[in-house]
């Protein structure tokens, strides 16, 4: 390419990322463009900046928006190309692929007043993710069955403001009986979730391993993933444990009744089913994806000692655990509760270690948020609280402010929160920006700071809960595309929430 002049590559991979898109299509519920959908009154625009995050690099480019696809990308000098169709200049800000959120407790139907769909993708979109995937547990019914997912799929109608997908949950009832789960994932969950501890929500009941060696049979036939949260009581109880009366609001209390031993119990106990998704092993084309690693230690190690031998593994950590350390957690500030828990600084550092050398692939924002009573704010009572953070609209601001001093790139921040979720949910016309792809795009301002307090506006359900809460902050989401639709833009949504819920098909 000669210097200063511009290169345009018109629908490049097309054929590709359409045949892909056969396997996995997004129905779209509303017609693009429909009665506001979207801030931008266009159908056929360009957006502009002098960092865009496509094709490996980031620089000047032009992206071209046709009928909520990617049309084509012109980079380097774009304005020859950019001719008759508005243009939208983002000048110095990023241009980026939208964050896809693989895992987000979106609690409807059934639990509307801890988190719901509307809420929950408004935040989304201010916060610059495109696609969510929606955990089967917290909402009642759990999505177990054929059925409970149409219950999932009837309550999000008309309130999705992103795109939103759906797991299914691997219990005991279903996991050892193949046509129950196959009715499930021919409804069309994106793969499945299982806890190996207890989960706190009744109708979610935790699996032993033989339920996930089983369930990863049928798995393996439709190429889906399965999500573990990787805890398990141990066999034998630690010493410390056993310590006399302590104090529930101590946070050092809540890190003893929860050590990596758990997460190191419970990989150890997947080691069959991860040398099963080997080459020639019982559930070859299956894929076991551990969510939500804390334990930088053994559990990580066990981890990529197998994804070494061969294992299909894949392993996602979340903001909280690299923003955060025990050592910071004020006593009684159960904002933080979560399990895993979060873990001492050390910790962190081994985290932020593996996540840049490439043995962690992905990050999740596990927003599991409650209705305010259940976290014990006063009493702070770490034991008896409900676990989970709320964070949804804060992960890119909070991965960014933090990952800057390890010199993460805009390159690994779209391979983390983009590329890696897209392939795990069988997404293969999201997560980059490429001619043919969906145009879910997420502009913002990687320089600008803001401190999150209350003249901050926070869309998902309960501010006050979130552990996030007076940060000072960088990264500003200015601008959310789903689709081609402007769903988000300086602080405002579109009026009409045209979102799909995506099926596997
Ligand atoms: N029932 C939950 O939402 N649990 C969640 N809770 C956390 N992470 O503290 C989770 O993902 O394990
Ligand atoms: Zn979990
Ligand atoms: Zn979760």
């Known amino acids: 390419m000669a210097a200063g002049k511009g290169r345009v590559l018109p629908l490049l991979a097309v054929a590709a990322a359409l045949a892909a898109a056969l396997l996995y299509t997004a129905p ?32 000047p480019a032009a992206v071209e928006v046709k009928e909520g696809l990617i049309n084509a990308i012109a980079v380097g000098d774009y304005r020859s190309f950019v001719l008759r169709r508005p243009l939208v200049d983002y000048g110095d800000a990023v241009i980026m692929p939208g964050l896809i959120d693989v895992h987000a407790h979106l609690d409807e139907p059934g639990r509307a007043e801890w988190e719901g769909f509307s809420t929950g993708t408004r935040a989304a979109a201010a916060g610059g993710i495109t696609t969510l995937v929606d955990m089967p547990l917290n909402s009642f ?31 005991p009832e279903n996991a050892l009986n193949p046509s129950k789960l196959e009715s499930l994932l021919n409804a069309g969950v994106l793969g499945l979730k299982s806890f190996m501890c207890p989960s706190g929500i009744n109708d979610f009941p935790m699996t032993n391993s033989t339920h996930i060696e089983e369930g990863l049979v049928t798995l393996a036939k439709y190429k889906r993933p399965l999500l573990i949260h990787a805890e398990r009581i141990p066999d034998v109880a630690s010493d410390e444990e056993l310590d006399g009366e302590l104090d529930p609001r101590s946070y050092a209390t809540y890190l003893k009744s929860r050590t990596p031993a758990w997460e190191e119990s419970a990989v150890r106990d997947l080691k069959r089913a991860m040398k099963d998704t080997e080459v020639g092993g019982r559930s070859e084309g299956a894929h076991l994806h551990i969510v939500h690693l804390s334990d930088s230690k053994t559990s990580l190690r066990l981890l990529k000692d197998a994804k070494h031998s061969g294992a299909k593994v894949t392993i996602e950590t979340c903001p909280h655990y690299l923003a955060f350390s025990a ?55 770490f034991m008896k609280a409900w676990g989970g953070i709320s964070s949804l609209q804060f992960v890119l601001p909070v991965t960014w402010s933090h990952g800057k001093k390890y010199g993460i790139t805009l390159n690994q921040l779209a391979s983390w929160w983009s590329e890696k979720p897209a392939e795990l949910a069988g997404q293969k016309n999201k997560g980059s920006i490429l001619p043919g792809y969906h145009a879910d795009i997420v502009v913002w301002n990687p320089e600008a700071q803001f401190h999150l307090d209350d003249s901050h506006a926070v869309y998902h359900k309960h501010r006050n809960i979130s552990a996030y809460l007076g940060n000072e902050l960088s990264g500003k989401v200015l601008s959310t595309f789903v689709r081609g639709n402007l769903v988000f833009a300086e602080g405002k949504h579109a009026g009409a929430a045209c979102g799909a819920t995506i099926l596997a098909k």
């Open 327 to 381: 050592e910071e957690v004020p006593d009684g500030d159960t904002r933080f509760k979560c399990s895993p828990p979060i873990r001492d600084a050390a910790n962190k550092e081994n985290l932020w270690e593996a996540l840049l050398d490439g043995h962690i692939d992905m990050l999740s924002s596990d927003h599991s948020p409650s209705t305010p009573d259940l976290k014990l704010m006063e009493e702070g009572n």
């Open 28 to 59: 779209f519920s509303k017609s693009l463009g429909g009665e506001g959908c979207s801030l931008l009154p266009h159908g056929h625009f360009w957006i502009a900046s002098q960092r865009v995050v496509a094709l490996g690099r980031v620089g």
């Open 141 to 171: 019914p759990s999505t177990v069955s054929e059925e409970t997912l149409k219950l999932k799929v009837d309550a999000a109608r008309d309130k999705l403001y992103v795109d939103v997908g759906f797991w299914g949950g691997l219990v």
